[in-house]
Each structure stands twice: as C-alpha cells, then as structure tokens.
C-alpha cells in the first residue's frame, strides 16, 4: 500500500499551519520554502482543505492561509479523508461496484483493514503531530550522550 504524494504532501502542509496556528496567516510561498515543496503543488492541495472548512484564507498584502479549527479539532483523518478519499476500495463505499460481494472474503479483509486505518488516523490530531515534531526535531539537535 502506499499513500500519494499528495496527501503526504497535505499533511506536512497542515502540519505547518498548525505549528504557526494563533501567530496569524501562513503565505503558501513560506510553507514551500521551509517544507522543500512546489508553491504551486501545494496551492493544488489547498483548494479542497479550503472547501471542506479545514482551512481559511484572507486575500492581500497581510493575507494567507490559517487553519479554521484549532489543531486539537482536526484529525489526520479529516485531513486523509478529503486529500485520498474516504474509502480504501471502491467496493466498500458502494456495493453495487462489485457483484462479488456477499462472497468474497477480500472484501471483509479490506473492511477490516480500512477501519484499522480511519480508527489510527481519527486517534490522531494536529496538535498531537506538532508535539511529535517538536520531539522529533529536538532529538535531531541535542547530543547523544
């Protein structure tokens, strides 16, 4: 299994925001700067974080982006829901997508392993992920002894 670039991609981008939530707006441009990503790939992944409400943006000189809850209130399966979807394959969303699936035994592996997943990623928030990269990163810097 591997998640796309774009929700990997998402997820640092709202990581960021939530490191800088309550100092005000965000530009785009300092985020790909600091995250080593594309301005313009990350203004593509913004849009539905933007439709969805996790996100606002102010216009202008002093505008940006901010996050609209705060971090504790968004999970990272609010994030992964809307950057991947909401369902691991099709078939779990719609059984009408596959005539095989009162039979099939993968279909309840799948079932198993998508509600592994949204219980992990709705255990976890945003203020939770910057803890762990504070943690992280001042691990990274201190001395071994």
Not at 11 to 18: E, F, G, K
Not at 32 to 56: C, D, F, H, Q, T
Not at 116 to 142: A, C, F, P, W, Y
């Amino acid at each position: 299994m591997k998640l796309s670039t774009r929700s990997r991609y998402g997820l640092r981008l709202m990581l960021a925001l939530a490191r800088n939530y309550g100092k005000g707006n965000t530009f785009l441009k300092e985020i790909a700067r600091e995250e080593g990503i594309s301005e313009k790939y990350l203004s593509l992944i913004i849009i539905p974080l933007k439709g969805v409400g996790l996100v606002n943006s102010v216009r202008g000189a002093s505008g940006g982006y901010t996050l609209a809850r705060e971090p504790a209130q968004i999970t990272l399966k609010d994030i992964m829901d809307v950057l991947e979807g909401d369902c691991l394959v099709d078939c779990l969303k719609d059984p009408l997508f596959c005539s095989r699936v009162n039979i099939c035994a993968s279909h309840d592996i799948w079932a198993m392993l998508s509600g592994r997943i949204s219980e992990t990623l709705s255990g976890i928030t945003l203020e939770q992920l910057v803890t762990m990269n504070k943690d992280k990163l001042e691990k990274s810097v201190s001395p071994s002894i």
